[in-house]
């Protein structure tokens, strides 16, 4: 198995994770935050399908499916394509709100059939390609793939831990 493959497996197992993570879920119960300060699970499936939608459309050089779909309406959001969750405030989450379930399972399968079309086309030296200068050492394709990656599985790891604890009370 070649590094792209090695990839291409890993972002496959996402979707699944997202899927069980907000299966049967009632809007309140995507919005519910276990404590103070906590993500619900909306807004950490959200984010973590935004983040990857953000970083791939920038490498493909393409619009982000947030825009290019009419996905912001159905999280109660303008269409803005810097909002990623970066840095929200309390308030800024509160203020995501998608509007069942099958819409976080139906935004993140269309940002990772993309990824998964980018991914599948790569050639084996565009990994090693610089695609931020911005960092010491530069940022390649290869780690800002592995970059996006880790933060979707720990997302998904925490949205199904506070599926856990909103579905025990």
Do not use: C
Not at 62 to 81: C, H, K, N, T, Y
Request: charged share 25%; proline share 7%; no cysteine.
């Amino acid at each position: 198995m070649d590094a792209k493959e090695l990839l291409t497996e890993a972002y496959d197992r996402v979707p699944g994770l997202v899927a069980a993570a907000v299966d049967g879920l009632d809007p309140e119960q995507l919005r519910q935050a276990p404590g103070p300060g906590a993500n619900p699970v909306g807004w950490l499936v959200w984010h973590l399908t935004r983040i990857q939608d953000h970083h791939v459309a920038d490498l493909l050089g393409e619009e982000q499916v947030w825009i290019s779909g009419d996905w912001a309406g159905r999280f109660g959001l303008a269409p803005d394509p810097d909002d990623t969750g970066f840095g929200h405030t309390p308030e800024q989450i509160a203020a995501v709100r998608p509007r069942n379930a099958q819409v976080l399972v139906d935004y993140h399968r269309a940002v990772a059939e993309r990824t998964g079309a980018y991914l599948r086309g790569l050639g084996p030296a565009d990994l090693d390609r610089v695609v931020d200068e911005n960092w010491d050492p530069p940022v390649t394709l290869g780690v800002r793939l592995v970059s996006v990656l880790e933060d979707d599985l720990q997302h998904a790891g925490q949205a199904a831990y506070v599926r856990g604890l909103v579905v025990r009370d």
